[in-house]
């Protein structure tokens, strides 16, 4: 689709959930606005995570907009976490019911994004040759959309079939009688395993950090429970939106250091049967602060793992957990554990027996080399930081963004960073992003930039910048916040060191979804504090 000439008012970069949300809300205004989009369609991580037993972990009446009424009333769930294929349906299904496909430029990627300081305006190039000029950006990429290639030796080498579970094929691959070698148990190893263990002849699953997944309890939505949700859709919404998780689940106050071991036991078991691993992790107000606390738990899921895998040794691999429940992003699965107890099912554990190399034939580990057709990469992401740098942002005097961030993320609010004017981050770092609902992160958000456009165009204010004081108390907020956890304790993509070379820092806001919200309007209602408008 070619571009008008001249200045766009907004730029907005992603057709996923994000970038749809901004382009329905940029096109009830009189702004003119172009979407980008690296891929054919819509969907943005929905899209291209298409792998087998992909799923959402949050229920599918929470994980979905509720900026429309009619939409939210006309959509029909199946099933309580919803598929790939289904959440993507709906994705598509938003862009034409609001006609937002015709906003969007497909199959561009976006390769340069420069601040012109005289114009006051940022200049956009893409790979198909557009160069478009833009008073506002908006960068909707989403924190888990760069694939993340592991470091291991010879994967070229390999002469069978590769895939990454973060860019799967649409021809689905056939596993039947093939000997299939899974590396990493995130959750999309841990969601992709059973699956592909239910047709291949052979699954070996190299394990380097064990994942803490709970049941997901997934099953068909009965209509009448669908029927009494929809009755109070915008009271549910107004609950999500003032809660920590930007969900309806709620949790305790009282310390477990000073429960009864039934009540522990009682409270422990019910979060194992809720299908929500956010009910473990507030059945008691200390278990993602206080180590003892949190062993409580490690115990009881320890125990669980024991009594589902028979094998003692494997269940003692899948348990090997060195770091505290919930530091790293839980899982939810369906039937993880029980998969290795399936005769055709094994299990390698890379912390004991490294992987050496990538062979044509299939992996070496120092202990020997095992055979395989196919090899399953579930090796996730370049996490929060790995798309925006990709885009070539330059902001005031050339800075690149990769520059003004070597040593983390600097931003205010998670939504703007200083020498980097009128540039929106949706659910980026030090935002709640991906440790709550990120639907209702992504409407926070979206709807917070619309109005401080609205308070631009009003004011005749052209430019709009965090200020660097603000900046950075907001990032050592972060900071304190979550060192005051369990959460940066772990190693991975949350505390930034899954890619070589990037600092450690902790990535998300841990300061709750609903009190996250109440700062930012704060901030709106009494003019922008911290912002440098001119
Ligand atoms: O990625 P991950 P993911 N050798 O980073 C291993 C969301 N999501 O795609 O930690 C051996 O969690 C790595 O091991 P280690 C959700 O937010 C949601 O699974 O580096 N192993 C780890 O085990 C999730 O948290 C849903 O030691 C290597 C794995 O690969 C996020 O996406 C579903 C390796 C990567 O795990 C990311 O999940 C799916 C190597 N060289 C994803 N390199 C739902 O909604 C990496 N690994 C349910």
């Given at each position: 689709m070619p571009i008008d000439p001249g200045v766009l008012d907004v730029a907005v970069v992603g057709a996923g959930l994000g970038g749809l949300y901004a382009a329905y809300r940029l096109s009830a205004s009189s702004r003119r606005f172009r979407v980008f989009e690296s891929a054919p369609d819509v969907g943005g991580t929905w899209f291209y995570n298409r792998y087998p037993g992909a799923r959402c972990d949050v229920d599918s009446l929470q994980y979905s907009y509720s900026f429309s009424e009619d939409l939210q009333q006309e959509w029909v769930w199946s099933e309580r976490f919803a598929g790939q294929p289904e959440i993507l349906d709906y994705i598509r299904h938003v862009a034409s019911r609001f006609d937002l496909y015709r906003h969007i430029q497909f199959d561009t990627r976006v390769t340069s994004v420069e601040w012109d300081d005289r114009a006051a305006h940022w200049v956009i190039t893409t790979d198909q040759g557009d160069t478009v000029a833009a008073k506002w950006v908006i960068t909707a990429v989403g924190c888990l959309s760069t694939p993340k290639r592991p470091e291991i030796d010879g994967l070229e080498s390999f002469t069978g079939e590769s895939y990454y579970t973060n860019s799967w094929p649409h021809e689905e691959p056939d596993f039947v009688g093939k000997r299939v070698g899974v590396i990493g148990t995130g959750s999309s190893g841990i969601q992709s395993i059973p699956v592909i263990a239910g047709s291949a002849a052979e699954v070996t699953v190299y394990q380097r950090t064990p994942a803490y997944t709970m049941p997901a309890m997934n099953r068909p939505l009965e209509a009448a429970e669908v029927a009494a949700h929809k009755a109070h859709y915008p009271r549910h919404r107004a609950q999500e939106r003032t809660s920590r998780s930007g969900t309806l689940v709620t949790g305790h106050s009282d310390s477990i250091l000073a429960a009864s071991d039934d009540e522990i036991h009682r409270r422990f078991e019910e979060c194992w049967h809720a299908g929500s691993f956010g009910c473990a992790l507030v059945s008691f107000a200390d278990i993602i602060t206080d180590r003892e606390a949190n062993d409580r738990l490690v115990a009881f899921v320890r125990d669980k793992v024991h009594t589902i895998v028979a094998d003692k040794a494997v269940a003692s691999a899948l348990a090997s957990w060195e770091y505290p429940f919930g530091s790293r992003r839980v899982c939810l699965d369906t039937d993880y554990y029980a998969t290795f107890n399936r005769p055709h099912v094994h299990l390698v554990d890379v912390k004991k027996d490294p992987i050496a190399e990538v062979t044509p034939r299939g992996v070496r580990t120092r202990s020997g080399e095992r055979e395989h057709d196919v090899i399953v990469y579930a090796t996730g992401f370049d996490a929060f930081t790995g798309t925006l740098f990709r885009l070539g942002i330059r902001g005031r005097s050339g800075v690149r963004l990769e520059d003004a961030w070597a040593q983390g993320p600097r931003t205010y609010l998670g939504i703007q960073s200083s020498g980097f004017p009128n540039l929106f981050i949706v659910?980026?770092?030090?935002?709640?992003s991906l440790v709550v609902n990120v639907v209702r992160a992504i409407e926070q958000h979206v709807d917070w930039i619309m109005d401080a456009l609205d308070h631009a165009d009003a004011g005749g204010i052209t430019t709009m910048e965090a200020a660097p004081a603000a900046e950075t108390e907001w990032v050592s907020h972060v900071a304190d916040v979550g060192y005051a956890t369990l959460y940066p304790v772990a190693d991975s993509y949350m505390t930034n060191v899954n890619v070589p070379g990037k600092p450690r820092v902790f990535m998300p806001y841990l300061g709750g979804f609903g009190s996250y919200g109440d700062r930012i309007s704060r901030v709106a209602a009494d003019g922008y504090p911290g912002f440098v408008l001119s």
């Open positions: 659910v980026g770092p030090q935002s709640p």
